[in-house]
């Protein structure tokens, strides 16, 4: 019973987290409550999510929505940032990462609705040197504890003048990255549990490619539509979280 509820979650996660981010408002929860540690929940997130993210932008670079070397210049931030976030999550309380999340978040949902960019040809797209200390924050996030993390970098990617599946295929190999490193530090620690992870993370592979292919099929209005939704939602539960 308890296999495929992780099944289920992960499945429900990853399906949101990939289309908007913010899957780990659901999947963390949720997994608290079937009664497991919350640094073994951590892990298992981030387990996952190597698996998830990467099969999803596998997909997307083979459908050509962008190139490898689109994505290279990522490496570095995202590996040392979810290297550093990793090694950092046991100094910061779940409050205070809850509370910068908010901060970030908001930050982010104001910033695309006041801004709008104008999206680039693919071609013609580049991703500005101006975004990358933003872009390693993001991946520290990510290692301590990272719901949001995805959302933050969507919106980062977005506002940047990427096209929607372009910012989803580079928010998704990022995420590969950071949640690789940060999964290091937490295995090293003793804090990963096999009998949770392997079937929380079929749950999230099955999530992913689900996504993809609906997000194609969505148009690109309503996806904004989602990730604003989500980040409404997200927010809300947060301020919860803190408040009670």
Known sequence: MTEALLILIGFSASFIGTLAGSGGMIGMPAMLLLGFPIHSVIATAK????FASFSSFFVLIKQKELT?????????????????????ANSLTENT?????VLLLVSAFFLSILKKPQVKESHS?????????GLFGISVYDGMFGPGQATLLMYTFLNSGAAYLKSLALTRFQTFI??????????????FM???????????LGGAQ??????????????????????????IQLIYRLLF
């Open 125 to 133: 797209w580049s991703l500005p040197k101006k975004t990358y200390p």
């Open 210 to 235: 689900t996504a993809i292919f609906a997000a194609r099929r969505i148009s690109t209005a309503y996806l904004h539509l989602i990730l604003h939704s989500v980040t409404i939602l997200l927010i």
């Open 97 to 101: 990462m809850n509370i910068i999340a």
């Open 47 to 50: 387990f996952s999510n190597i």
């Open 178 to 191: 950071s949640c690789l490193a940060a999964f290091i530090t937490y295995l090293a620690a003793g804090n």
């Open 68 to 88: 490898f070397y689109d994505v290279s210049a990522l490496i570095p931030f995202a590996l040392l940032g979810g290297l550093i976030g990793g090694l950092l």
């Open 194 to 204: 096999w009998e949770m992870a392997v079937f929380y993370a079929l749950g999230s």
